[in-house]
Nanobody, 115 residues
């Protein structure tokens, strides 16, 4: 079955960096667009970044210029490099894929940015 497992979250100070990973299995990773979402306490889940099978990426305006999404098709893994983190980036980060006829989510990884 489809599995998405996020890792790499943690507690950092403003201005620091983190790299999130999402290891996947159970679907044809190389032919699917991958997404990173986040959900802050009391807020709706929002799209952060996406990357197509060919490697074209797109970002929300909130993170553009600070975050970079990438993928390793050989490892079926998608990454999110987050630089210049801000307090308002605090959230649970999820990776997502639409495979077959369903959306799939990982369990999420907590990112907390605090001084």
């Amino acid at each position: 079955q489809v599995q998405l497992v996020e890792s790499g979250g943690g507690l950092v100070q403003p201005g620091e960096s983190l790299r999130l990973s999402c290891a996947t299995s159970g679907f044809q990773f190389p032919v699917n667009t991958m997404y990173w979402y986040r959900q802050a306490p009391g807020k709706t889940r929002e799209l952060v970044a996406k990357i197509t099978p060919g490697g074209t990426s797109d970002y929300s305006n909130i993170v553009k210029g600070r975050f970079t999404i990438s993928r390793d098709n050989a490892k079926s893994t998608v990454y999110l490099q987050m630089n210049s983190l801000k307090v308002e980036d605090t959230a649970v980060y999820y990776c997502n894929v639409f495979a077959g006829e369903d959306f799939y989510w990982g369990q999420g990884t907590q990112v907390t940015v605090s001084s």
